[in-house]
């Protein structure tokens, strides 16, 4: 590195706290990008050139099936008229998984609809999201169920 160039250091963290510390041990240090998850990182280094489009965001039409009501331009996800407590990232896998048609949801087209990126064959960060949308939805009586198509991808399957 010369002496012209500008180290950029990047902290993604959930945490407020984990952020705020990184924040004030860089103050001085040079660029600092500190960002809560992978979808903002790369929405701040890589802003779609057509972000304004509608064909390529997301509807926000709520979408319903059975008791359960996922309203993507509220941020809101309701069972039996209940919110549920979903973090941004389990409401987007949601709504993919409930809009229409119900279908089999394969890890590219959910890699690359909720992170907005090319799936590269490491499936943990979706595994991980899967597990705890649904450790949620578990909690809620006779609600819908995530399914895992082996090697293939994830479905809901509607309430019983």
């Avoid at 590195?1 to 001085?28: G, H, N, Q, Y």
């Avoid at 998850?37 to 064909?55: H, I, K, M």
């Avoid at 960060?125 to 991808?153: D, F, M, N, W, Y």
Wanted: proline fraction near 8%; charge should be positive; glycine fraction near 10%.
């Amino acid at each position: 590195m010369t002496e012209t160039e500008v180290p950029l250091v990047v902290c993604v963290s959930t945490d407020a706290a984990v952020r705020a510390r990184v924040l004030r041990r860089l103050d001085d240090f040079g660029r600092v990008l500190i960002v809560a998850d992978l979808a903002e990182l790369r929405a701040t280094l890589f802003p779609p050139e057509n972000a304004g489009s509608p064909t390529t965001l997301p509807s926000s039409m709520p979408v319903s099936i059975g008791e359960l009501l996922v309203d993507p331009g509220g941020h809101l996800v309701t069972w039996r008229g209940e919110p549920l407590a979903l973090t941004r990232l389990e409401r987007e896998l949601l709504a993919r998984l409930v809009g229409p048609p119900l279908m089999v949801w394969t890890y590219e087209r959910l890699f690359d609809s909720v992170w907005g990126g090319a799936y590269l064959g490491d499936t943990a960060i979706l595994h991980s999201a899967i597990k705890r949308l649904r450790r949620k939805l578990r909690g809620i009586e006779g609600g819908p169920q995530v399914q895992t198509v082996r090697g293939v991808g994830y479905r809901l399957l509607p309430a019983l």
